[in-house]
């Protein structure tokens, strides 16, 4: 693996066109060694036709986010879960 990547904050961008709250400060599981972080700790490659978040553990495939004109496609199949704070109801 070459170091040509960036953290996980290049995915706040992309992802505020799709979500409402911040998903890089989510925790997410990697499927593959099971190492829990944040979003924002992921290694993001920008070199594809999209963008690929790899573990900073085992580097694996965590996610993959493909914009288009009209729709957008995100692929977790690296992650187990996504835990995304939410405000407090009534805040």
Do not use: H
């Not at 979500?19 to 499927?31: M, S």
């Not at 944040?38 to 986010?65: D, H, I, K, S, T």
């Not at 496609?73 to 009534?90: E, F, M, N, Q, V």
């Amino acid at each position: 693996m070459s170091a040509d990547y960036l953290d996980g904050n290049a995915l706040a961008g992309p992802f505020a066109e799709i979500f409402a709250a911040d998903v890089t400060v989510a925790v997410g599981r990697c499927a593959s060694c099971g190492l829990t972080g944040p979003v924002a700790g992921l290694r993001v490659y920008a070199q594809a036709p999209g963008l690929v978040a790899r573990c900073p553990g085992c580097e694996e495939v965590v996610l993959r986010l493909v914009r288009g004109p009209d729709a957008a496609w995100l692929d977790l199949r690296g992650t187990i879960s996504l835990r995304i704070p939410l405000p407090a109801a009534g805040a």
